[in-house]
């Protein structure tokens, strides 16, 4: 008997990164050898450092971190015949509100990820890579060094991997509180000691990242799909996926739905099919009010804008985002004052200070909100909200000022209706 | 200041896994590995790790500061963190934490008498498709329902 | 020549040298970006978001301080949006700001002000609490007031970058950030105040001058620092015939911004309790004050009636009294005994040096030089301008630096290479960094009074081994040390120097701003005369004190230690005391010496006929400093002790325990060759 998820997987799912979860001991490498584990890492080194870059960029890989860059262009960024050290970083800092993905990637297929990391490798000529993984998640940084111990007493990590004369060290490095650190240079100075406030750019990190090194940052889903893609060839994943957005992803389902959790499923897949076929619909048969598409900072979508499919092109048509895959479902009864005054109480706890708009915008936001759902709202703060965060938006030094404004500016736009519900029933208190 | 000696012995390592030269990147698991032993981040603890990474005290400060996870004052020996954030919220979260606040008679990053538990209101910890969800140190726990907490939370309190 | 690429800003076609930031190559053709955070010279923040302007074919508004220019960009910077964009980061700003305008002490001059005034809405559409945290004193001269401060980091750059100290640094995050000190609730640092001038808005306040005045009530006078030789130039804030405060916010003089915290701190002397207001003649065991006539009188006849003289002058008065003074001395009371307080060994190098033009580095040299070596001196301590400068050099040119010193100093951070020696062993350290010196295209090489006599001529011929063009700095203490030795305050034709005179049996000891019997005693003398500020350990013995005004009580000029002559300005005046240059002359005129009119502007005509280097253009002067030309020549040398006073950034000599703010500051003491940073 397969052992018991976080949640049930689906018939419906593609599972190709996640397709070992299910086995029993499906976190150790002998588990991951005896499925087919480094293999792929194997097949690269047989094949030149162009042929491995080629194959990703055929399979259309894109960051699954939220912004969605084509991985093998990211990829060809790192100058890697530079005479500097390369790094590897692997963002585990999964902090976006909705997302819950790289938690089961780390902890029922380490292997993976780290296989993941040393095909990078092989294409950036690194030979150092750090996992930087958020400190709430202790327990997966504990899983993640006992997966890297045991790969080094193996030889797939360390002095001339697998017999291959490829070396390549790896660390877990923990994190200590702060979704700005899941900005990549916000992480690179976190990974430095520093407080996790963005650098400027450029320089890119792919030139002067951690240290001022040529780094390579990817997400850990990113890395985790890098072994399938080698193993069955980029044409394969990409033709899972649909133009321009290869292969599956983890998509977080969470919010009102019968059966939430994370399911594999290629780009593309029918947002509504999600919702209810795979999710096991809205419970108590109520009706769909709203999807948070890939996390908090996306523009939010109405119950009209779902009938649409899950990749890049489709949300961007319609002014949001694919975002990380945390898809967030609420229904007719969600009372969406509260649901923005919860995303900027958020974003107003977590913003690093650095620049104006964003510190100050956050925080002006989110007293708006409190006294709008506290019943002391006006009607002039409707527009104001939609205002303060237009004055954020593109302003900001980083993206998380874009991430506080975006959501803010499509609720206040999309349910403005919630705000006036809220209007009346103060007068009639009055 | 001297710590256990497997945590010095994780700090012995993890200051060779950095570049040469490039200790102050231990700052900040340093501080919180550190945190875990002595319950809080002291001037004294601030004044080692600066000595231990290479850096200026102030430097140590800065970052303790920063992040969120890091504390100058000693928490519960339980620290309850219960999630509001949106997948939470739309799943009983918020009700969730009031009722953890009622139970341990604290309110938001306070601590019971006893010293035993602590509370938090915390941001996404990444459990959204299995919320809602309360983490108790390290300890995630899943679809958590007032009774479960109740049980997590007696339980606790009977261990001791 | 450096590349220049073609760019338009407002439909107006400019030129500019390729990398330079649109901010900066729109100011240099007179358009204005506004800013908080970009400030020349520092690092760059793009946190402000005041200067975002409209490039065209880019979708955002652009970051004006970080965006280098390019050719055929076409940039708008008053457009509708950019408008816009300022009104609303303004607004967002003010929103946690308290307004408190009318009991700030920034305002006025504040840069908030002026944004808002210029670019911000008359109105906030904010109606939410503000976030208040109470203010915060960190040391006797630094207050935080929190809520007023935007977070431009200009205060932790200087701090870190211009004064190498690292002192601040910031605390929190989000809208509660703030800025906080290196020592908990406190500083410890140079106590420089560099963070306050430079804060735009009233979050930092000097403990000086908070709650003082309004701006606008001071008139502001712009003359140089008693303290050291480096000759900042401080400008001061007076109200009502009372120095409140001392900054060079207008980056006039050689020290752009730049002061320690004698230069804008320790003008407090001035009113010292203790100040001498009336002249004091000895009777008996005490001292009884007399009128200004009773004393010249007496002056004069013990003048006229003496057979034989010790004159000693200062090495913080003007040239114009040293000039005077020499000339008194050797043409009105006919003796060659004559000096003053020498801290560095001028003659030596000047001689080692002759006949050779362009071997004495300016202050300017030490931001340009590609290599500066530093021997036998803690240049932080005793010279922060110059540390300054060095520092500068490194941060913006990458210069090289190497320090031979007894101890660690704060160069020793950016330096290529650091020797440590015993005092007398720097020539020996000095040698062992040969090769590496010797692969510079060009070298400053600045020394301390641990290099006199033979070790500077060995300096010198070790600087003309290397092949590459050398320049010299002899560091020497207080403002006018150079200017003393330039004046011909020495005992040049065989007269006895200063030690001599001390222990010598002479008929009146004739001392003028000069306290040697601080750390020396001796011989009584028939009559010994003391023009100073303060009852020294000096005047104390003396039989006639009169009472000097100080520097920012007088006009002339002060040479600095690196060959800078620059202006004084009367600030304020002191009751009852008269400058030194007046109590000269009128003594003179009492015994009826003919030795020309003692106005300043005409003894420094004299200055410039006759004393070599000098004939600096007036004109110029009015300006700012003028160079002078280096004694060419042969150069005797000089009989006597040469000793520096080892002053730290926290003392200036007698003149240290008078001033109340150095005193409160020296919770560190500042130590020389203990540096830490």
Redesign the interface.
């Known amino acids: 008997m397969a052992k018991k998820l ?2 049930e997987p689906s018939p419906l799912e593609t599972r190709i990164l996640s397709k070992r979860f299910e086995l029993d001991g499906s976190e150790t490498l002998e588990v991951y050898l005896a499925n087919g584990g480094f293999a792929a890492f194997k097949k690269a080194k047989e094949m030149t450092r162009e042929q491995v870059l080629e194959e990703v960029k055929t399979s259309a890989l894109r960051g699954r971190g939220g912004a969605g860059f084509p991985t093998g262009l990211k990829w060809s960024f790192v100058p890697h015949t530079s005479p500097k ?1 390369k790094v590897i970083v692997v963002n585990a800092d ?7 993905k ?2 089961l990637l780390m902890e029922y297929d380490p292997h993976q990820l780290i296989e993941g990391i040393l095909i990078a490798s092989l294409v950036v000529d690194a030979h ?1 890579g ?1 996992i930087y993984i ?6 997966l940084i504990d899983k993640m060094d006992r997966a890297i111990a045991e790969a080094y007493a193996k030889g797939y990590l360390g002095k001339n991997i697998a017999g291959t004369g490829w070396d390549f060290d790896l ?1 877990t ?7 700005e650190c899941g900005e990549e240079t916000a992480l690179l100075d ?7 406030v963005p650098r ?1 750019k450029p320089p890119f990190p792919a030139v002067a990242g951690a ?1 001022a ?1 040529p780094t390579l940052l990817n997400n850990v889903e990113t890395y985790s799909a890098v072994p399938a893609i080698i193993r069955d060839g980029g044409k394969a994943f990409a033709d899972l996926g649909v133009p321009k957005a290869g292969g599956t992803r983890l998509v ?5 739905v019968n059966k ?3 399911y594999e499923l290629p780009l593309g897949y029918p947002m509504m099919k999600a919702i209810n076929e795979i999710a096991g619909g809205i419970p108590g048969g109520k009706k769909l009010k709203a999807v ?1 598409p890939g996390g ?1 900072s996306c523009p939010i979508l109405k119950a009209d804008e779902c009938d649409i499919n899950m990749d890049y092109d489709s949300l961007a048509k319609i002014g949001s985002m694919l975002g990380s895959g ?1 898809m ?1 479902v ?1 229904d007719e009864t ?1 009372d969406m004052v ?2 923005a005054l ?2 900027m109480r ?1 974003y ?10 964003c ?6 936001l989110k ?2 909100l409190e ?1 709008f759902n506290a019943g002391h709202g006006r009607h002039e703060d409707i527009a ?1 909200l939609g205002e ?1 965060s237009k ?2 938006l ?4 980083c993206a998380l000022g874009d991430a506080a404004a975006m959501p803010t500016i499509s609720i206040v736009e999309k349910f403005a209706e919630d705000f006036e519900k809220r209007l009346a029933r103060q007068l009639v208190a009055v | 200041m001297t710590f256990s000696p497997q945590l010095e012995e994780r700090f012995a390592k993890m200051l060779t ?3 040469p030269g ?1 200790t ?6 340093m ?3 550190a945190q875990d032993e002595t319950g809080a981040i002291t001037p004294e603890l601030i004044e080692e790790v600066a000595k231990r ?1 290479g ?1 200026e005290p102030l ?1 140590v400060d ?2 303790v ?6 504390h100058r004052k000693p928490q519960g020996k339980y620290h309850v ?1 219960v999630c ?4 939470c ?3 009983g979260g918020e009700e969730l934490y009031e009722h953890a606040k009622k139970k341990l008679g604290i309110g938001h990053k306070e601590t019971t008498p006893d010293g035993l538990f602590s509370l938090e209101e ?10 809602p969800a309360v ?1 108790i140190n ?3 726990h ?1 679809f958590v329902t007032t009774e479960q907490l109740d049980k997590l939370i007696d339980d606790l309190r009977k261990a001791h | 020549m450096a590349e220049m690429v073609k760019l338009t800003i407002n439909g107006r076609e400019i030129a500019a040298e390729k990398g330079t930031l649109l901010i900066e190559a729109a100011r240099q053709n007179g358009i204005e970006i506004p800013s908080f955070c970009y400030y020349e010279g520092l690092t ?1 923040q ?5 200067c ?1 302007v409209e490039v065209e074919k880019t ?3 652009q970051v004006g301080c ?1 965006l280098p220019v390019a050719e055929g960009m076409v940039v708008h910077t008053e457009s509708d949006v950019v408008k816009q ?1 300022r009104k ?2 303004l ?3 003010l ?2 700001h308290p307004l408190d305008c009318p009991v700030c002490d920034k305002g006025g001059e504040c840069e908030l002000q002026d944004m808002v005034f210029r670019y911000g809405a008359g109105e906030s ?2 109606m ?2 503000k ?1 208040h945290t109470p203010e915060k004193q960190w040391s006797p001269v630094v207050f935080y007031d929190a809520p007023r401060c ?2 431009c980091y200009r205060c932790v750059r200087v701090c870190d970058e211009g004064m190498g100290v690292k002192a601040l640094g ?1 605390g ?6 703030e800025i906080v000190p290196n020592e908990k609730d406190h500083l410890n640092c140079d106590e420089c105040g560099a963070c306050i001038d430079i804060c735009p808005v009233g979050a930092l306040t000097s403990g000086t001058y908070r709650y003082q005045t309004r701006p606008w009530e001071m008139e502001h006078v712009g003359t140089i620092c008693t303290h050291c030789a480096d000759g900042c130039r401080t400008t001061l804030g007076v109200r009502n015939g009372k120095i409140i405060r001392g900054n060079n916010r207008d980056r006039s003089g050689i020290n752009g911004e730049f002061l320690c915290v004698k230069g804008r701190y320790a003008f407090d002397f001035v009113e010292h309790a203790e100040r001498l207001q009336s002249p004091m003649l000895r009777s008996g065991g005490a001292f009884e004050p007399i009128s200004w006539t009773q004393a010249l009188e007496i002056a004069a006849q013990k003048f006229s009636a003496a057979k034989s003289f010790g004159v000693i002058g200062s090495n913080h008065t003007t040239n114009e009294e040293n000039y005077f003074l020499a000339k008194m001395a050797r043409q009105g009371l006919k003796t060659e005994n004559i000096d003053h307080h020498r801290t560095g060994d001028l003659a030596a190098l000047f001689d080692a040096l002759s006949g050779r033009n362009g071997a004495l580095a300016t202050a300017a040299d030490l931001y340009n030089a590609k290599a500066i070596l530093v021997a036998g001196a803690d240049l932080s301590q005793q010279h922060p301008f110059l540390a300054y400068q060095a520092r500068a050099n490194f941060r913006h040119h990458a210069a090289h630096l190497y320090t031979v010193t007894a101890g660690p100093v704060r160069e020793d951070h950016q330096a290529v290479a650091s020797v440590r020696v015993e005092k007398g062993g720097e020539i020996a350290g000095v040698e062992s960094l040969r090769d590496k010196l010797k692969a510079e295209s060009e070298l400053v090489i600045v020394f301390g009074d641990a290099v006199q006599g033979d070790a500077v001529r060995k300096l010198v011929a070790f600087g003309d081994s290397l092949g590459i063009p050398v320049k010299y700095v002899c560091l020497v203490d207080y403002s006018n040390s150079r200017g003393a030795f330039d004046m011909g305050l020495t005992p040049k034709n065989g007269g006895m120097p200063l030690d001599q005179m001390l222990g010598a049996d002479l008929d009146v000891l004739w001392l003028v701003g000069a306290n040697p019997l601080k750390n020396a005693s001796m011989t009584p003398k028939k009559f010994v005369v003391v023009q100073d500020l303060f009852m020294t350990e000096t005047a104390k013995q003396a039989d006639l004190v009169l009472p000097a005004a100080s520097a920012y009580e007088k006009s002339g000029t002060v040479t600095s230690g690196t060959g800078e002559v620059q202006k004084l300005k009367r600030a304020v005046k002191v009751m009852g005391t008269k400058t030194d240059l007046e109590i000269m002359g009128l003594i003179a005129k009492e015994m009826k010496l003919d030795l020309g009119i003692w106005l300043p502007e005409k003894v420094f005509d004299e200055i410039r006929s006759n004393v070599h280097g000098y004939n600096v253009s007036k004109a110029l002067l009015d300006l700012g400093p003028a160079a002078t030309a280096p004694l060419n020549g042969r150069v005797p040398q000089l009989p006597g002790v040469i000793r520096s006073s080892n002053d730290t950034l926290f003392t200036s000599g007698s003149l240290t325990k008078y001033s109340k703010m150095l005193n409160e500051v020296m919770e560190s003491p500042g130590t020389l060759y203990g540096a830490t940073k």
């Open positions: 976080f949640n050290p999964e902090s976006e509100p909705g997302t819950c790289d938690r150092v750090y958020r400190g709430e998640y202790r327990y660390y490095h923990s994190g200590a509180g702060a979704y976190s990974l430095e000691g520093k407080r996790g400027m240290w090194l977080c389902i969470s919010g009102h939430p959790g994370v948070v908090s945390g967030v609420l969600t509260k649901f919860r995303i958020f107003a706890h977590e913003s690093c200070g650095w620049c104006i708009p510190r100050e915008g956050t925080t002006w007293k708006i006294r104001l303060v004055n954020m593109g302003r900001t030094f | 896994h950095y570049p490039k102050r990147s231990a700052v900040v698991p501080l919180i590995y990474c850096v430097q800065e970052v500061g920063y992040y969120s996870m890091l963190q509001t954030n949106i997948s919220l739309l799943t915390v941001e996404c910890m990444g459990a959204c498709s299995w919320a983490e390290y300890d995630f899943h | 760059l793009a946190a402000c978001r005041m975002l979708p955002k508004l970080t964009s609303g980061m607004e967002l700003l929103t946690n559409r904010f939410e609490r976030v935007i977070l910031i929190n995050r989000g809208v509660i950030a």
